[in-house]
Nanobody, 121 residues
Framework: QVQLVESGGGLVQAGGSLRLSCTAS????????MGWHRQAPEKQRELVAD???????TYGDSVKGRFTISRDNAKNTVYLEMNSLKPEDTAVYYC???????????????WGQGTQVTISS
C-alpha cells in the first residue's frame, strides 16, 4: 500500500528554521509532482510549494523567498526548508504526491497525515 510519511514539524521561535521531509513508500516506481500545503485553524488549506518531477517549483506568495522545496526522486522524498519563520506560518503542513505509479497500481493523488508547525512570537 502506498503511503506518505511526514516528519520534521515542531515548535520554534519566530525567525527560526525548520525542515520538513515526506517520503513515499510502497514499491514506488514513479511520482509526478509533489508538494506541501498547510492549513491553519479556521482557514482553508493552501498551497505552500510544489515541485515537478523535473524540479520546476512553484511557491505560495506568502512564503516566496523564505521557503525552499526540493526532492530526491531516488528516495521518493520531498523536502521543505523553512527559514525566517513567522507566527502566521503556524499550521498543519500536509505533503502531497500526484500520479504515483507503484507495483500495486496507480494513485492519482495521495496526502500525508500532516505535521504540526508552531511558530512562537
Amino acid at each position: 500500500q502506498v503511503q506518505l510519511v511526514e516528519s520534521g514539524g515542531g515548535l520554534v521561535q519566530a525567525g527560526g528554521s525548520l525542515r520538513l521531509s515526506c517520503t513515499a513508500s510502497g514499491n514506488i516506481l514513479s511520482i509526478n509532482s509533489m508538494g506541501w500545503h498547510r492549513q491553519a485553524p479556521e482557514k482553508q488549506r493552501e498551497l505552500v510549494a510544489d515541485i515537478s518531477r523535473g524540479g520546476s517549483t512553484t511557491y505560495g506568495d506568502s512564503v516566496k523567498g523564505r521557503f525552499t522545496i526540493s526532492r530526491d526522486n531516488a528516495k521518493n522524498t520531498v523536502y521543505l526548508e523553512m527559514n525566517s519563520l513567522k507566527p502566521e506560518d503556524t499550521a498543519v503542513y500536509y505533503c502531497r504526491a500526484d500520479r504515483i505509479q507503484s507495483a500495486s497500481g496507480y494513485t492519482f493523488r495521495l496526502w500525508g497525515q500532516g505535521t504540526q508547525v508552531t511558530i512562537s512570537s
